[in-house]
C-alpha cells in the first residue's frame, strides 16, 4: 500500500490493475497516455487506442482513464 505524497514506481499495468486480453487496446498507447496524465498534460481531443492482439483489457482501462480525468478536474488526487 502506498502512503499519499509518495512516488509510485511501480509498472502502471501493475500500479491500476491493467489486465491482458485476447483482443485489447495497444499496451503502448495506453501506458504513453495514462503518464501524459499523471503528469499534468492530458493529451487533446478524444482517447482512441488501436485494438491489437494481447492487449489491455478495455473496460479497465476506460475506468481508469476516467477517474484520472474526474481527479485532474478536481485539482489533482487526493
Same mark, same amino acid.
Given at each position: 500500500? #502506498? %502512503?499519499?505524497? !509518495?512516488?509510485?514506481? =511501480?509498472?502502471?499495468? !501493475?500500479?491500476?490493475?491493467?489486465?491482458? @486480453?485476447?483482443?485489447?487496446?495497444?499496451?503502448?498507447? $495506453? /501506458? @504513453?497516455? %495514462?503518464? =501524459? *496524465?499523471?503528469?499534468? +498534460?492530458?493529451? +487533446?481531443?478524444? $482517447? +482512441?487506442?488501436?485494438? %491489437? =492482439?494481447?492487449?489491455? !483489457?478495455?473496460?479497465? $482501462?476506460? /475506468? $481508469?482513464? +476516467?477517474? *484520472?480525468? =474526474? !481527479? @485532474?478536474? &478536481?485539482?489533482? &488526487? #487526493?
Amino acid at each position: 500500500m #502506498s %502512503v499519499p505524497g !509518495e512516488k509510485d514506481d =511501480r509498472p502502471l499495468y !501493475e500500479r491500476f490493475g491493467f489486465r491482458i @486480453a485476447r483482443r485489447g487496446y495497444d499496451r503502448d498507447q $495506453v /501506458e @504513453a497516455y %495514462v503518464t =501524459r *496524465l499523471l503528469t499534468g +498534460a492530458p493529451p +487533446a481531443g478524444p $482517447v +482512441a487506442f488501436d485494438l %491489437v =492482439r494481447r492487449g489491455y !483489457e478495455r473496460g479497465g $482501462v476506460d /475506468e $481508469v482513464i +476516467a477517474r *484520472l480525468h =474526474r !481527479e @485532474a478536474g &478536481r485539482g489533482g &488526487r #487526493s
